[in-house]
């Protein structure tokens, strides 16, 4: 098999081999059978067409019909960012400019998700922007005094059994330690500056059709008056890719960052505006072509 046809499938399959290999001989043999069934992939289902794109809280319309709860400070950048977009512009979405999603858009799921279970370690593995693995630990470790801040946060986790019959039917999550820029969804609902994100889960199979996952997920924010809490529902796909989509933006990227503007490329392959009025980039240090 050619290596551009290895996917996240065999990552997956190597995760498991090695985590696996990794137990003492003495060590008990794991039962899985005590872990929901997450096997496959995940898709969320959207509803179209979006100004913006698929919105955060999927019952509810886009953009402004969101209902964020934003401070009025951050109310006021979300506006502006809306301002932005409709001149032309990308507003906050960090994904315009080639850059990860980071959390909480990653579980938005565009493209399809894999879950891989281990029993000190779940590895959820969104098909975004960039190769996302989040790393879930569920061995009840502590939090380290000091994170390195990153787009997908640290994650600690634990399985619960709810119903008492002996298995596993939920995975809570905690993710902290981020850095930016994030937003929450393609219209730029904003999240702080500063960064001090906190992100809690609860992902469980649907208790009437197991062919359906919901992720219960809760954003504490600074940007926001109150913790916002929303239910991601994904569909497990009858048919798995056997490939997964290769989304690398980075080819035939049209929005170019200079400065704390955002122009685009034009199909002709020159620097054109994005918005009516928009002032050319500062060319100091391009020799200036005599007319």
């Not at 809306?82 to 315009?96: V, Y």
């Not at 989040?134 to 005094?145: A, H, I, L, S």
Request: hydrophobic residues 35%.
């Amino acid at each position: 098999m050619p290596l551009r046809m290895l996917d996240h499938t065999f990552v997956a399959a190597v995760a498991l081999t090695a985590g696996l290999l990794a137990l003492p001989a003495t060590a008990d043999v794991i039962d899985f059978a005590k872990y929901p069934d997450l096997k496959g992939q995940w898709l969320r289902p959207t509803r179209g067409p979006f100004v913006h794109g698929p919105p955060w809280d999927t019952s509810k319309p886009e953009g402004r019909g969101q209902q964020a709860p934003l401070t009025n400070e951050y109310q006021a950048i979300y506006e502006a960012n809306l301002a932005d977009q409709a001149e032309g512009g990308p507003g906050n979405w960090p994904g315009s400019t080639c850059r990860g999603h980071g959390m909480p858009a990653v579980m938005a799921v565009f493209q399809p998700m894999e879950i891989v279970i281990l029993p000190d370690i779940t590895y959820i593995m969104p098909n975004d922007v960039h190769v996302h693995v989040r790393r879930v630990f569920t061995d009840e470790r502590e939090w380290p005094k000091t994170i390195q801040p990153s787009f997908l946060g640290l994650s600690h986790g634990r399985w619960i059994d709810e119903d008492g019959d002996g298995r596993y039917d939920t995975l809570e999550i905690e993710t902290r330690g981020f850095k930016g820029p994030r937003a929450i969804d393609i219209s730029g609902i904003p999240l702080h500056q500063d960064d001090q994100t906190v992100i809690k889960e609860r992902i469980s199979l649907d208790k009437t059709d197991h062919n359906l996952l919901r992720d219960e997920i809760t954003v504490i924010d600074n940007a926001l008056t109150r913790p916002w809490t929303v239910t991601q529902i994904y569909r497990r796909l009858p048919n798995p890719q056997p490939v997964w989509v290769e989304t690398e933006c980075a080819e035939g990227q049209a929005f170019v960052q200079i400065g704390k503007e955002n122009y685009m490329l034009s199909a002709d392959g020159y620097l054109m505006p994005t918005k009516r009025g928009q002032v050319p980039p500062d060319l100091r240090y391009f020799k200036q072509m005599e007319k």
